[in-house]
């Protein structure tokens, strides 16, 4: 007698397995999705693009048309020709520099007044930037936008300036003290300028390199007194560019130096 052939049961429910991978993937994504949401996406992605901006400021160009997100320039707290209102900013100022000595590497922060009303305050580079680079530190910003208020507040032509120490520095970034010293004084106006809001027509930028060093380069000590920025708030304004002087004169229908010259020589 002949044995029946078991038949093979087929399995109808086999989609249920990719179904059920479709519905763990599905629900991956939103739990991921949900965890993104929850991050403060603005100020997440300002802080990096600055950052990114920061770490070649010279030799490639930002990841994004603003390194940093513009801001409306914000309106003085004070009028800046109001009696007192000086005293009051370097009052704060100094308030903002005591509130940071307690750390050991920023005790060399100081606030001075020059003789001819210009205010000068000095940091250390490390409290800015890491050893030969131009990356403003994300610690340093809190300090910078108590500067950058103080400064709105005083409504001044500011000044900025980077100085080095004379050990010499040989990089594709940085070819000599001269870009390095540069590019941390573009850095703090930039930030100044972009995130905390002051006047872009109110700022300037100088490298000095080691060129006006505050003492000798004899040893370790020295030369971190030499690495410095100094944010220098101008009593006068600077004075206009001789450049826009002439071609206002120009337009005028005044006559320059060079149109004499050339008159009397047909």
Do not use: C
């Amino acid at each position: 007698m002949a044995k029946h052939k078991h038949e093979e049961h087929e399995n109808h429910e086999r989609w249920l397995v990719s179904y059920a991978d479709f519905i763990t993937l599905l629900f991956a994504f939103f739990v991921v999705m949900y965890s993104i949401s929850s991050v403060n996406v603005g100020k997440y992605r300002t802080v990096s693009e600055s950052i990114k901006a920061a770490l070649n400021p010279v030799v490639s160009p930002p990841s994004s048309p603003a390194a940093f997100t513009l801001q409306t320039n914000k309106s003085a707290l004070t009028a800046p020709d109001a009696p007192g209102s000086k005293e009051l900013v370097v009052r704060k100022l100094r308030n903002l520099v005591k509130s940071i000595k307690a750390v050991p590497q920023m005790s060399a922060v100081r606030v001075t007044e020059k003789i001819n009303g210009d205010i000068v305050i000095t940091i250390p580079d490390q409290l800015l930037f890491n050893s030969g680079e131009a990356a403003v530190r994300t610690e340093a910003l809190p300090f910078l936008e108590g500067l950058g208020s103080a400064i709105v507040e005083l409504n001044r032509y500011t000044r900025v300036e980077g100085h080095t120490d004379n050990v010499p520095i040989h990089t594709a970034q940085f070819p000599s003290n001269w870009e390095l010293s540069a590019a941390r004084a573009v850095m703090v106006v930039r930030v100044l300028s972009e995130l905390y809001g002051v006047q872009t027509d109110h700022l300037a930028a100088v490298g000095h390199a080691d060129s006006r060093p505050v003492t000798n380069n004899l040893d370790a000590d020295q030369r971190a007194k030499n690495r410095r920025v100094e944010v220098v708030i101008l009593e006068q304004a600077p004075p206009s560019p001789l450049l826009q002087e002439e071609s206002d004169a120009a337009g005028s229908g005044e006559s320059t130096g060079l149109e004499e010259l050339s008159s009397a020589y047909p």
